[in-house]
């Protein structure tokens, strides 16, 4: 279940509704479905002036793979909507390397007619590389479509994933902050995170995890958290004094010592996102990660990421989630290849200049309803479409003609599906 946007007939954003009441609405006339993601209806017998609005918070916790969004309402903290965007960064620098290589045997064939730049080109302020740029616009839009959805006052980010100072040198902010609330948490979420939330000897998940020495205090080891790891309760009383190694897990003692790329791609963008946010106007709070499952932790809630995003921040330490809410998976989807042509495994070009990219007036994304009488495929079908030049488009697993599809939203480059409330994941 989710909420339903509301603009009223001069395409003002009033408070979202239950999903009944719209259906409701809907039914008498009083409104009409103006998008399907996210769910958005403009009435046309009201104006903002004769509604009761309330202020609303966008909530986001920024990831690597995915980032989660909530928006809340003030005053009482309930969760009204939630997403869930699913990046293609790592894909984006796959396909960029790719490139590279490619283009670097060309030179190396002679292949190629111009000398190779590296420095001469200028970057704007801000440039970030396409794979993080990819992450910072995927939030922006889904942050910008909130704005002319709801009535937004604040926004409250998740600005660092951890205190990295404090987890280094425990003296750093001093005495209050080691022996505050938040004590410990910075480090568990750290773990947690670069361990993958399951035992690093066992394996096992869905349990509860204890902070544990690679080399225990006893043998020597430091409370550095490249000497942490996880265990599950049983392998931490089988190892005992042992060290990793000792144990049967010498592994343990490199992995230790990797860094975290997920929280490395974060890191690195987390600035430029919050400087985004602050051009929009509105006031900006920040937290950090732990500060997040603290108040997750303290509410019961379990471990999802729109879950966390709603609990970022001071305003996250009371929020109430409607029963049966889900949030809206996003996954980004690109706009399509730059490239003219394919190439084969040598870097020439396999196949002819692409054409357009419309097709019997549909587009590739464009969500779509088709009714098929008869044939294999008989039925309804709805989803993201595939289009092709013979007029047979795929939706999902099914070939459909374009005879039979009509369109309920254009293509906005990302696809999109429900996910469950329920999240499940191991404790620290």
């Not at 000398?115 to 970057?123: A, L, T, Y």
Request: aromatic content about 8%; hydrophobic content about 30%.
């Amino acid at each position: 279940m989710q909420f339903v946007f509301v603009l009223d007939k001069d395409r003002k954003p009033i408070d979202p509704c239950h999903p009944a009441r719209a259906r409701q609405m809907l039914r008498e006339g009083r409104a009409a479905v103006i998008r399907r993601q996210p769910f958005t209806i403009i009435l046309t017998d009201r104006t903002q002036a004769e509604s009761v609005v309330h202020d609303h918070r966008v909530k986001i916790d920024p990831g690597s793979k995915t980032t989660g969004l909530a928006l809340v309402r003030e005053g009482d903290g309930k969760v009204v909507w939630a997403g869930e965007i699913t990046h293609r960064g790592q894909v984006i620098r796959d396909a960029l390397i790719s490139r590279r290589a490619i283009r670097r045997g060309r030179r190396h064939r002679h292949c190629r007619y111009r000398p190779v730049r590296f420095n001469n080109r200028r970057r704007k302020k801000g440039w970030q590389p396409p794979s993080l740029e990819s992450r910072l616009s995927n939030v922006q839009t889904w942050v910008n479509r909130l704005l002319r959805c709801a009535v937004v006052t604040a926004i409250s980010l998740e600005l660092a994933k951890f205190d990295t100072q404090s987890m280094q040198n425990p003296e750093i902010s001093g005495v209050e902050y080691q022996q505050g609330e938040l004590a410990g948490y910075e480090v568990r979420e750290y773990l947690l995170e670069k361990w993958g939330r399951k035992c690093a000897y066992c394996g096992k998940t869905d349990t509860p995890l204890e902070v544990e020495h690679i080399i225990p205090r006893t043998r020597g080891g430091s409370n550095r958290v490249s000497n942490l790891t996880l265990a599950c309760r049983e392998c931490n009383t089988r190892k005992g004094s042992q060290t990793a190694a000792e144990y049967g897990h010498p592994n343990i003692h490199n992995a230790a010592r990797l860094p975290l790329k997920d929280a490395a791609a974060v890191n690195a963008m987390r600035w430029e996102l919050w400087s985004r946010l602050v051009q929009i106007g509105l006031p900006v709070e920040c937290g950090t990660g732990g500060r997040t499952k603290y108040n997750r932790v303290n509410q019961g809630l379990p471990k999802t990421h729109w879950l966390d995003a709603a609990c970022v921040g001071r305003t996250g330490e009371k929020v109430f989630v409607p029963k049966n809410l889900t949030a809206l998976g996003i996954k980004s989807c690109g706009h399509g290849r730059r490239q003219m042509c394919l190439m084969d495994k040598y870097g020439f070009p396999r196949t002819s200049a692409k054409k357009t990219g419309r097709m019997y007036g549909f587009k590739t994304g464009d969500i779509v309803e088709a009714k098929v009488p008869k044939g294999k495929y008989a039925g309804v079908h709805y989803g993201r479409v595939v289009v092709r030049a013979s007029g047979w488009f795929r939706i999902g697993n099914a070939e459909v003609s374009h005879r039979y599809c009509r369109i309920v939203q254009r293509a906005d480059h990302f696809e999109y599906t429900r996910t469950r409330k329920e999240g499940g994941s191991s404790t620290c």
